[in-house]
């Protein structure tokens, strides 16, 4: 059992950078054929999908935030890594991490999320 585990301050000021570890346990971040995402949900928004980590370390981000975003990953520790730079309180959310399967891109699992606030 996959089990995925989001970690990281609860409340970060505007223009600072997020940074939120995923700890995973079960199963290694370089099993093929694996990806390895960071997802968000604004209060009252739906789901957006911020970018992924594969299990050969390449990274893709979603253009709106790529300018903003770093994946990276430690797989010493089986922990990937979102940071988001320059934050405004648009960026508030919940914070989710989440595996996705290539062949079928059905997320088949994902941390119970956690919630950041941005504010001064």
Known sequence: ?????????????????????????????TTNYYYWSWIRQPPGKGLEWIGYIAYSGSTYYSPSLKSRTSISRDTSKNQFTLQLSSVTPEDTAVYYCARE??????????GQGTQVIVSS
């Open 101 to 110: 399967k290539v062949v079928t891109t059905e997320y088949d699992y994902w």
């Open 1 to 29: 059992q996959v089990q995925l585990q989001e970690s990281g301050p609860g409340l970060v000021k505007p223009s600072q950078t997020l940074s939120l570890t995923c700890t995973v346990s079960g199963g290694s971040i």
